[in-house]
């Protein structure tokens, strides 16, 4: 999609601090980050959200999960977040299919 900022990510047409890249997915850090580790990790075809991609290729949102434990992995933590926000009340704000690897510092619930 033309106007979906994590399509323009994967094109390379804006930059991003990319820690993997597959035939499938493209992880990189956030720009805000909530935890000393804090990577997104999207598919290349475009889902507007988890949900979405689940339901039309729940192959691909498998591949999505274990791709997060490469990252995890890769960034040298055992112990980690994963989020999924489904929709704007829920927090999503870019509207294309990714999950949030939070690590590197304890994280309890609830945060404060």
């Known amino acids: 999609m033309s106007d979906c900022l ?3 990510i994967v094109a390379g047409e804006i930059p991003a601090n990319v820690v993997l890249r597959t035939d499938e997915f493209v992880a990189f850090t956030d720009i ?3 935890a000393p580790v804090h990577t997104l990790v999207i598919p ?3 889902h507007e959200s988890a949900a979405s ?3 039309a290729n729940p192959e691909l949102a498998g591949r999505l ?3 997060t434990e490469q990252v995890a992995r890769a960034a ?3 112990d980690y977040r994963l989020v999924f926000n489904t929709g ?3 927090g999503q704000s870019v509207f294309h299919a990714h999950g ?3 690590g590197g510092r304890a994280m309890t619930w609830p945060p404060g």
């Open 32 to 34: 805000d980050p909530q």
């Open 65 to 67: 999960l274990a791709t």
């Open 6 to 8: 994590f399509c323009s």
């Open 44 to 46: 290349i075809e475009h």
């Open 88 to 90: 704007a009340g829920a």
């Open 53 to 55: 991609m689940a339901q």
């Open 100 to 102: 949030h690897v939070l």
């Open 76 to 78: 040298g933590i055992d």
